[in-house]
T-cell receptor, first 113, second 114 residues
Framework: DAGVIQSPRHEVTEMGQEVTLRCKPISGHDYLFWYRQTMMRGLELLIYFNNNVPIDDSGMPEDRFSAKMPNASFSTLKIQPSEPRDSAVYFC???????????FGDGTRLSIL | AQTVTQSQPEMSVQEAETVTLSCTYDTSENNYYLFWYKQPPSRQMILVIRQEAYKQQNATENRFSVNFQKAAKSFSLKISDSQLGDTAMYFCAFRKYNNNDMRFGAGTRLTVKP
């Protein structure tokens, strides 16, 4: 079975540019999560969806961040405009039911210059 | 709020030896899940093992086992017969029973030496 697929694997862009990170969850999973990992703050949950509906976005740092899930097999995390402090590894994860473990993608390493 | 503490930033072990990574957590919940995730240099986050708080029996997955002490709020990971491929960051994580907000510890960097 294919795991959670994230793209791109690496992204380097200049401050002020729009950044879009993409995620394809495991087929059949009805929960999708976006995390951010930094040295200072570790792994933080940004937002999660259930059946394509955002359930909790309290971890989204500010209005520059937005996430969508237009269908069960695709989600995006967008940063506009990007800032150097957004540099981090962004993970997408999915799970089947709230009781099941979350399976992570390989992450996107984002560098904002 | 739930917090997860991993008090060992770094550890090392000789190949084929056994090592134990510590994790403590703070919660007022009675039912919850605990996890250990492994993050090798390749950056993947790989689920190693999980434990449901209502189960008294400690979870085991091949060379990986946990010592779950509910009263002490302790959840340590034991790796037996360590292999070079076990070199990674290990994260302990907590999640409430019917909630998706998973809290991670700061991680322990484990190095297996040949």
């Amino acid at each position: 079975d294919a795991g959670v697929i994230q793209s791109p694997r690496h992204e380097v862009t200049e401050m002020g540019q729009e950044v879009t990170l993409r995620c394809k969850p495991i087929s059949g999973h009805d929960y999708l999560f976006w995390y951010r990992q930094t040295m200072m703050r570790g792994l933080e949950l940004l937002i999660y969806f259930n059946n394509n509906v955002p359930i909790d976005d309290s971890g989204m740092p500010e209005d520059r961040f937005s996430a969508k899930m237009p269908n069960a097999s695709f989600s995006t995390l967008k940063i506009q405009p990007s800032e150097p402090r957004d540099s981090a590894v962004y993970f997408c994860a999915s799970s089947y039911r709230v009781s099941q473990p979350q399976h992570f993608g390989d992450g996107t390493r984002l560098s904002i210059l | 709020a739930q917090t997860v503490t991993q008090s060992q930033p770094e550890m090392s072990v000789q190949e084929a030896e056994t090592v134990t990574l510590s994790c403590t957590y703070d919660t007022s919940e009675n039912n919850y899940y605990l996890f250990w995730y492994k993050q090798p240099p390749s950056r993947q986050m790989i689920l190693v093992i999980r434990q449901e708080a209502y189960k008294q029996q400690n979870a085991t997955e091949n060379r990986f086992s946990v010592n779950f002490q509910k009263a002490a709020k302790s959840f340590s990971l034991k790796i037996s017969d360590s292999q070079l491929g076990d070199t990674a960051m290990y994260f302990c994580a907590f999640r409430k029973y019917n909630n998706n907000d998973m809290r991670f510890g700061a991680g322990t960097r484990l190095t297996v030496k040949p």
